[in-house]
């Protein structure tokens, strides 16, 4: 039997528990109700971003990125007058899948200038900016009729745009196969304002063909190639507007290369071309060198320069680059 005094120790001590351990039950059931009629994690709150409904914050556009360029051995050779004049190794940076990319920009030179017997010094950069990496002649590409087309070049506005590669990758393969197109296309000088039309006539020349190098002997088993011939423009705009008479492209498949590279122009512009970015005397090719000029005071003399550089302008002169090295 329970003493008063203990009676009463008891009836205190309980007294203190009960309404202690009374509020916490009300607590933690109103904190789970709560929980509940959010419908949201507690621990993440009311935040808006939490909502599957909001949708995500908009992404920065991704940064273009550039073409990856691999340096490879280049085998220069020319010819001009049916003699050869140039023979020579060169390091080249090449984007192998500008057509995949359906870009413009082809090559870049770090050294570009090469010298040819009897001619003088070439600026290969010069002579083939329309298609150089970082050149200001470099255009934005679109596609017509399985064409890679350029609607401006530098100085000229081309009306309608001039072709530029086929579209060997992305095109039609069964077109490609038999490609042929001739475009009449008028070229507007933006600086002089001087109009001129020509014929550009381009042609695909080999589609998953196999292909040995005359250098290297090396064979290809898979490579596609095209030409493009330029017909009727004023000589003088040729160096100004990348115009050349004729370019002729080989690339390989798997892995991608660029094979070779030919092209044929005025004799003159080639060496223009190599004059203007070293600096040095007139554009006449070294063959040349001390016979009269158009610019002499002496009339006989300056009609016999005048004809004189009349027929060099009308010379071609043909170089191709092809690489040097081992197929991958």
Same mark, same amino acid.
């Given at each position: 039997?329970l ?12 007294? /203190?528990?009960?309404p ?20 949201? +994690?507690?621990? %993440?709150g009311?935040n808006?971003? *939490?909502?599957?409904?909001?949708? $995500? ?7 273009p990125?550039?073409? #990856?360029?691999?340096? &490879? ?5 020319a ?6 004049v140039? *023979? ?7 984007n192998?899948?500008?057509? !995949?990319r359906?870009?413009?920009g082809?090559? @870049?030179? !770090?050294n $570009?200038?090469?010298?040819?017997s009897?001619?003088?010094k070439i600026?290969?950069a ?13 255009? @934005? ?26 579209d060997l ?10 490609? =042929?197109?001739t ?6 000088? &933006? =600086?002089?304002? @001087? ?5 550009v006539?381009? +042609?695909?020349?080999?589609m998953d %063909? ?11 088993p898979k ?9 009727g423009?004023?000589? !003088? +705009?040729?160096? =100004? ?7 002729t492209m ?7 290369e660029l094979?070779?590279?030919?092209? #044929?122009?005025s004799?003159? @512009?080639?060496?223009e ?5 070293t ?7 070294e ?5 009269? #000029?158009?610019? *002499?005071d ?19 002169? #043909?170089?191709? /680059? ?5 197929? +991958?």
């Amino acid at each position: 039997m329970l003493s008063r005094n203990c009676v009463i120790h008891l009836t205190v001590t309980l007294l /203190l528990v009960l309404p202690s351990w009374s509020c916490r039950i009300p607590k933690q059931q109103g904190k789970k109700e709560s929980a509940e009629s959010v419908g949201v +994690n507690p621990e %993440k709150g009311n935040n808006p971003t *939490d909502d599957p409904s909001t949708p $995500p914050p908009e992404q920065p556009p991704a940064t273009p990125q550039g073409p #990856t360029l691999v340096t &490879k051995t280049y085998h220069v050779s020319a010819t001009a007058l049916g003699f050869d004049v140039c *023979d020579q190794d060169i390091q080249v940076e090449v984007n192998r899948e500008f057509l !995949a990319r359906q870009e413009a920009g082809v090559l @870049k030179f !770090a050294n $570009p200038v090469i010298t040819c017997s009897f001619v003088g010094k070439i600026d290969l950069a010069q002579a083939l900016s329309g298609i150089v990496i970082g050149s200001p002649l470099q255009p @934005k590409l679109t596609v017509q009729d399985q064409l890679l087309v350029a609607t401006s070049l530098g100085d000229g506005a081309y009306e309608p745009a001039r072709p530029y590669f086929p579209d060997l990758v992305k095109g039609d393969a069964q077109i490609m196969a038999t490609y =042929k197109k001739t475009a009449t296309i008028t070229l507007e000088d &933006k =600086k002089t304002n @001087k109009k001129e039309k020509l014929t550009v006539v381009t +042609n695909v020349t080999a589609m998953d %063909k196999p292909f040995t190098t005359f250098i290297t002997k090396k064979t290809y088993p898979k490579t596609r190639a095209f030409k493009v011939v330029i017909d009727g423009v004023d000589e !003088a +705009n040729k160096l =100004k507007h990348f115009l050349f008479d004729q370019l002729t492209m080989r690339v390989a498949l798997d892995p991608a290369e660029l094979v070779s590279l030919e092209f #044929t122009g005025s004799v003159a @512009k080639m060496v223009e071309s190599g004059r203007s970015s070293t600096g040095g005397g007139n554009s006449d090719p070294e063959f040349l060198e001390g016979l009269p #000029t158009s610019t *002499d005071d002496d009339p006989l003399a300056s009609t016999f320069g005048s004809a004189v550089e009349t027929v060099t302008g009308l010379v071609g002169m #043909t170089i191709r /680059l092809e690489l040097a090295e081992k197929p +991958n």
